[in-house]
């Protein structure tokens, strides 16, 4: 909670003036009954019926300032809420967008889209009602306490007695309901992520008849919902029949008291009459705090899940020249400990000594064939590292303990062209996350143009990048902003980069053209469309690293042969990476990557894939000569 109250600092003189404005109206609801008792008990009597009318005129001068002040310092909070939440959100979403691939992983996208929606509505509601309630319970309570110690002692000493077990009634339901309204966050992010699955794939749903199914699905998940709503409500719900008990039962003690009194003369009638309205007062004030932790326990276990967000540390620091030195000093540090380790768990005995250095032989001649066969394929030497645009040098990578990148080792010079093929699963997409840094690479190093990409700033690294991903995004907007995407690119560079993403046909066949409105995922266009409109936003920013991930998989062999030949036309000095399942799509660029369970498999040309690697024949016949 500490975090988020940061957020209310900017509104500090505006919430000191709306406390103030709400204190003057609370303090003249608090003199109403006051002058009540002075009517009954000092004015009546005389039957002088001007002072009844003067006094009389100020009740209802009290009543109408206590509700103008009321309703002026409601107004006032209201708009703290309005906007402290709008920062926040903004502020969340700013961190979100930050996060990287590992943390999206954790927190889960449903659970982000929860905690933007349901939490940041928990927060509002909760610096609202303080504001309000917050304000002129506790003033009622403490003043109504003071008020009455001057009219009747007696009667407010039954009054004071109560306080005590509310405060603890409070206190003991409160603390066991912040964790429950926890847990039930946790249940809504799953009803999120169900929603989230079942919208998206409403057309699959529906295609294999399995609504009913998905029904069933989403009815578990929301009564588990309910159970967990219901058990905290249950809880936080005790405080009002509990507390209204106690105050009752101290009411009809105080009603008996003060009867006593007044027929023993002790008490006059209008004092009882002025105490009775100041102990419902109360009452109302002692429910509405009731109400302010039972907003403040949803509000809590929010603020806590929002802190968490905007707390996490910076997963893809930008790091110094030092920093990665010693960071890859640190990494050759383990692989020598870990090698050093297997040499001392080989050598145990003669006979293993002997099968080590058999080992040895046969693993340094197999090195020597590795390195004749990627002299053979194509293999480039990467000793003079400027000569290469990206360079991936012996990198690993998990995303947990199971390693899904093993020892890639390559290069691309400026301008190159790079295929990458392999079955589902073999780590394709993930060496394009590594690429741009969505991910850090558990060892190893990327670099562009020599510089480890671990040292540059992240938007002018992604800036170099025009990229269209496995399952990209079209957005509900003109196809021209599609495409401009909030950058300086002009009409004329999307009709030049609609030209060569072969989408001018279509485009121009709308009434609209550019100005065509698309639905939400560009629903209203084919697949084959949607791709190509997608390269046509990866190429309208003029990249100096273009990624194709699996973008033809729709468009036929026409368009795609076209597609291929405009980008090989027109963006020489453009370094291409196209991710295919079709070997159509990538047997005519510089080199083809085969991947096999995170490893190549092979690398080099079309041809020479066909006369060395096995996989990559597999592929091929399995594709061209069937």
């Not at 999307?494 to 009434?511: M, N, R, V």
């Not at 026409?558 to 159509?584: G, H």
């Amino acid at each position: 909670m500490k975090k988020v109250l940061t957020y209310l600092k900017p509104y500090a003189i505006r919430m000191l003036f709306g406390f103030t404005i709400k204190m003057l109206g609370t303090f003249m609801d608090l003199g109403l009954p006051w002058v009540l008792a002075y009517i009954l008990d000092e004015v009546i009597p005389y039957h002088e019926v001007s002072r009844i009318l003067l006094w009389g005129l100020a009740m209802i001068l009290l009543s109408i300032g206590a509700r103008t002040f009321n309703i002026w310092a409601n107004r006032m909070a209201a708009k703290v809420a309005r906007n402290t939440t709008e920062r926040l959100r903004h502020d969340l979403f700013e961190k979100i967008l930050s996060l990287s691939g590992n943390q999206l992983d954790y927190y889960t996208i449903p659970s982000l889209e929860s905690r933007m929606t349901s939490d940041t509505y928990n927060i509002h509601s909760m610096i609202g009602m303080m504001q309000r309630i917050g304000v002129r319970a506790p003033i009622i309570l403490i003043g109504g306490i003071i008020i009455t110690s001057t009219l009747e002692p007696v009667l407010t000493l039954v009054l004071v007695g109560v306080l005590p077990f509310l405060a603890l009634i409070v206190y003991l339901v409160s603390k066991k309901g912040i964790p429950l309204y926890m847990v039930q966050q946790l249940a809504v992010d799953k009803m999120v992520r169900v929603v989230r699955e079942n919208i998206t794939g409403v057309r699959v749903i529906k295609a294999l008849s399995k609504t009913a199914y998905e029904k069933e699905r989403f009815e578990q998940i929301n009564s588990e919902v309910v159970k967990k709503e219901l058990k905290a409500g249950s809880t936080m719900a005790i405080t009002n029949p509990v507390m209204n008990l106690v105050f009752n039962a101290g009411l009809t003690l105080v009603i008996i008291v003060g009867a006593y009194r007044v027929n023993s003369g002790m008490s006059a009638p209008g004092k009882i009459v002025a105490f009775l309205s100041y102990f419902t007062i109360m009452l109302q004030a002692v429910m509405a705090i009731t109400r302010i932790f039972v907003v403040y326990s949803k509000a809590s276990a929010s603020a806590a899940r929002i802190a968490e967000v905007l707390n996490a540390p910076e997963d893809l620091r930008i790091l110094s020249a030092e920093e990665l030195e010693a960071m890859i000093s640190q990494e050759a540090a383990k692989d020598q400990e870990a090698q050093e380790g297997k040499t001392c768990q080989t050598y145990q005995t003669g006979q293993e000594v002997q099968r080590g250095q058999d080992a040895q032989t046969s693993h340094e001649g197999q090195q020597d064939k590795d390195l004749k066969a990627a002299d053979d394929l194509g293999y480039e030497d990467k000793t003079e590292e400027s000569e290469y645009h990206i360079t991936f040098h012996h990198v690993n990578f998990a995303y947990t303990k199971e390693p899904c990148i093993i020892d890639m080792d390559f290069g691309i010079k400026r301008g190159g062209t790079l295929g990458i093929i392999g079955s589902t699963g073999s780590g394709k997409t993930t060496l394009i996350n590594l690429l741009m840094r969505f991910y850090d690479v558990t060892s190893g190093s990327i670099t562009i143009d020599g510089e480890d990409i671990r040292c540059m700033d992240k938007q002018q690294l992604r800036k170099k990048f025009g990229v269209v991903f496995q399952n990209d995004v079209l957005f509900a907007d003109r196809i021209y902003e599609n495409i401009s995407f909030g950058r300086d690119i002009s009409a004329e560079m999307a009709q030049e980069a609609i030209a060569h993403a072969q989408a001018a046909d279509f485009i121009e066949a709308l009434d609209e053209k550019l100005d065509y409105k698309l639905t939400i995922k560009g629903s209203n266009l084919s697949g084959g469309q949607k791709q190509r409109l997608l390269v046509a936003r990866a190429l309208a920013g003029k990249p100096e690293i273009l990624i194709l991930d699996d973008s033809s998989s729709a468009l036929d062999y026409r368009t795609d042969s076209l597609l291929r030949k405009a980008i090989r036309e027109n963006y020489t000095n453009t370094t291409t990476i196209v991710i295919a399942q079709r070997i159509s799509s990538v047997m005519k660029l510089d080199h083809i990557l085969v991947m096999e369970d995170g490893q190549m498999a092979g690398y080099g040309t079309h041809e020479e894939l066909l006369a060395s690697c096995e996989v990559y024949k597999e592929i091929y016949q399995s594709q061209l000569m069937s």
